[in-house]
């Protein structure tokens, strides 16, 4: 009996993100299956973080044809679709001032920025503690272990508790930049996010720090069957050392190009063309 292929976790077609200045890209479209790592390659400004934000719903989509598609499919037994353009629709504030688009990003998934993004006004566990809670929240869990899991989490990045604990009621700005980030990937991995979205982690990671950060990524794929999509410059690099360390994991790479720019809206604006293509 022939197995029946899965559906896709992503799906986007000819979608487009126009910004304040007059320019914008527009990007041909493309699938990204379930349970893989997912890399993102290509030149440098040809769109991969912006594809990404536009996957996680921090970026807004505008529709470039009648044909555009930009779909999410949970990960629940039912595989419901989370159409993107729906969705905005709905995106108003509503119980505890959560618009929709940031609802979905906290049922659903994990960033790991550039930048770390921690908030300085509270202490390093009061951040950590206020992402679980609200992920655990949405979920359905309870929070009696939750100092227990977080300490595993910090364990697991990297920041034991037996060397952090006198640090932890301390503010962000205290911490180095590679100790930031761990605690940013820490963050990212709480309550279990089922995509994880990683931007250039060989941009500002050391060596050690990527392979742990690569780590950690593949074994959410292997262990709960999560999805990775990593936007970077050196993924023969971030390949080789999946491919050596998890070589159950599934890769698929899009390179993404610029092509034909569009003028529009009388030419004061115009649309950058971005193929995405497997390799």
């Known amino acids: ?135 655990s929240a949405s979920k359905g869990l309870g929070s009696e272990h939750a100092e227990e899991y977080l300490a595993t989490m910090l364990e697991r990045v990297g920041l034991p508790m037996s060397e952090y604990s006198h640090r932890i009621r301390s503010s962000p700005a205290s911490l180095s930049g590679g100790e930031l980030q761990r605690l940013a990937l820490a963050r990212a991995i709480l309550g279990s996010a089922n995509v994880l979205f990683v931007d250039e982690p060989t941009t500002y990671m050391s060596d050690s720090l990527i392979d742990r950060c690569m780590g950690i990524v593949s074994e959410e794929i292997e262990s709960r069957g999560s999805t990775a999509v990593v936007v970077t410059h050196e993924h023969d690099r971030l390949i080789r050392y999946v491919r050596r360390s998890y070589p159950n994991v599934e890769i698929d790479i899009f390179r993404l190009s610029a092509s034909a720019r569009v003028y529009c809206d009388g030419g004061d604006s115009s649309l950058q063309c971005v193929g995405v293509d497997p390799t």
Do not use: W
Not at 51 to 79: E, I, Q
């Open 1 to 135: 009996m022939p197995v029946m292929e899965e559906s896709p976790i992503f799906v986007v077609r000819d979608i487009e993100k126009r910004f304040r200045n007059g320019y914008g890209l527009k990007f041909s479209g493309l699938s990204i299956r379930r349970r893989t790592l997912t890399l993102l390659v290509g030149e440098s400004g040809v769109g991969k973080s912006t594809l990404l934000n536009l996957l996680g719903t921090l970026y807004r989509a505008r529709a470039g044809s009648g044909n555009s598609k930009l779909v999410y499919r949970r990960a629940d037994s039912a595989g419901q679709e989370v159409d993107y353009f729906k969705l905005y629709e709905r995106n108003t504030r509503g119980f505890l001032g959560l618009s929709a688009c940031a609802k979905l990003r906290r049922e659903e998934f994990g960033f790991l920025p550039q930048r770390a993004h921690l908030l300085d006004t509270l202490s390093i566990k009061e951040n950590l503690l206020t992402s679980l809670t609200l992920r």
